[in-house]
């Protein structure tokens, strides 16, 4: 019933931009904080940044803070995940995933998150 779908991936050179979307259905889009995780070949996935359920704040992993934007749309069911100055190491699969719970914030467990999409490739060449 809950769907999440991500799009805006691709191809792009170290340097240089792209902003990935999701699009939610199936739940009342408010009531949850919405995350944003990556997960390269063989390795964990992990925690890129999240915002609360009216933007009121936003986390970042370390490695992406100054460089990502994560911003939402309630009206438009939303969220986003501006990247700039991609790096070779962003290159992973990215999903969106959103969470009910209220202290999300606290939150950068792939674990504490309920719904999933099903990802949005983005690959950084040098």
């Known amino acids: 019933q809950v769907k999440l779908v991500e799009s805006g991936g691709g191809l792009e050179q170290a340097g240089g931009s792209l902003r990935l979307s999701c699009v939610a259905s199936?739940?009342?889009?408010?009531?949850?904080?919405m995350g944003w995780f990556r997960q390269a070949p063989g390795q964990e996935r992990e925690f890129v940044a999240s915002?609360?359920?009216?933007?009121?704040?936003?986390k970042y992993v370390d490695s992406v803070k100054g460089r990502f934007t994560i911003s939402r749309d309630n009206a438009r069911k939303s969220v986003y995940l501006q990247m700039d100055n991609l790096k070779a190491e962003d290159s992973a699969l990215y999903f969106c995933?959103?969470?009910?719970?209220?202290?999300?914030?606290?939150?950068?467990?792939?674990?504490?998150?309920?719904?999933w999409g099903q990802g949005t490739q983005v690959t950084v060449s040098s």
């Open positions: 995933a959103a969470d009910r719970t209220i202290l999300t914030v606290l939150n950068t467990s792939p674990e504490d998150y309920e719904y």
């Open positions: 199936g739940l009342t889009f408010n009531y949850y904080s």
């Open positions: 915002v609360g359920r009216s933007g009121g704040w936003t």
